[in-house]
Nanobody, 126 residues
Framework: QVTLVESGGGLVQPGGSLRLSCQVS????????LAWFRQAPGKEREFVVV????????HYADSVQGRFTISRTNAENTVNLLMNSLKPEDTAVYYC???????????????????WGQGTQVTVSA
């Protein structure tokens, strides 16, 4: 069984930064594809970024490319999301997800992931 616990959300002004963390329990951390998704009020869940298993590659949504950075710390079983130049439209609940058999063509689909965290709220507002 794998559990994911996000932290680091909060309120930030436009243009500010936040760092989210996701602690992943269980063994074989490096073999999991790890992703961040988000869901804004009244909207569907959307893909943000993914780090494929063994850190082989990363892929970003166009809306966050150049502003967000995903990183994995294998020694601590954590995946982090550094968010810079935040905009009001980044406001959402952010979820960490893990999957063991996620193929490249499916990395942006939430259905490809086996485990999810409870989410952490990010609010970007003046």
């Amino acid at each position: 069984q794998v559990t994911l616990v996000e932290s680091g959300g909060g309120l930030v002004q436009p243009g500010g930064s936040l760092r989210l963390s996701c602690q992943v329990s269980g063994s074989s951390f490096s073999r999991y594809t790890l992703a961040w998704f988000r869901q804004a009020p009244g909207k569907e869940r959307e893909f943000v970024v993914v780090s494929r298993r063994y850190g082989s590659s990363t892929h970003y949504a166009d809306s966050v490319q150049g502003r967000f950075t995903i990183s994995r710390t294998n020694a601590e079983n954590t995946v982090n999301l550094l968010m810079n130049s935040l905009k009001p439209e980044d406001t959402a609940v952010y979820y960490c997800a893990a999957g063991s058999g996620v193929i490249l063509s499916s990395v942006r689909s939430g259905d490809a992931y086996d485990y999810w965290g409870q989410g952490t709220q990010v609010t970007v507002s003046a």
